[in-house]
Every structure is written in C-alpha cells, then in structure tokens.
C-alpha cells in the first residue's frame, strides 16, 4: 500500500482510535497493555481496534488505484 494513501485514510480516523491503532501496529503493544494505558477494558480495545481496521480498508478501497 502507498505509505501517502494510508496516512491520508489513518488522519480520518478518530484521534482515539488512531492512537490505540498506532501503538498496537507500529509499538507493537498488546491489547492489555493498551487497555491498561489507556484505562480501558481489553474488549473496548479490541472494538476500537476492529472500528478502525474497518474503516482503513473501507477507505483505502474507496480510492482508485494511484490515488493518494
């Protein structure tokens, strides 16, 4: 995937959801770490996790191949 197409579709996503997707792929946390840093349950973790997958690929599908 073009590194330019997922930042433009990860600054969509809610600030919640960006930064619990970022510290779960790029940090490379595990769910309860996030949930315990983030004072949350690991399931709300995990919804937020799943939102925000759902919407990257909704997203990056939407654009034309090439398309920023």
Do not use: N, Q, Y
Request: proline share 7%; aromatic share 4%; charged share 25%.
């Amino acid at each position: 995937m073009d590194p330019r197409r997922l930042a433009k579709a990860m600054t969509g996503l809610p600030a919640d959801e960006r930064e619990i997707l970022f510290c779960a792929s790029s940090l490379r946390w595990s769910v309860e770490r996030i949930a315990g840093d983030f004072g949350l349950s690991s399931d709300v973790v995990k919804l937020r996790l799943h939102d925000a997958l759902r919407r990257l690929v909704g997203h990056t599908a939407s654009c034309p191949p090439g398309m920023p």
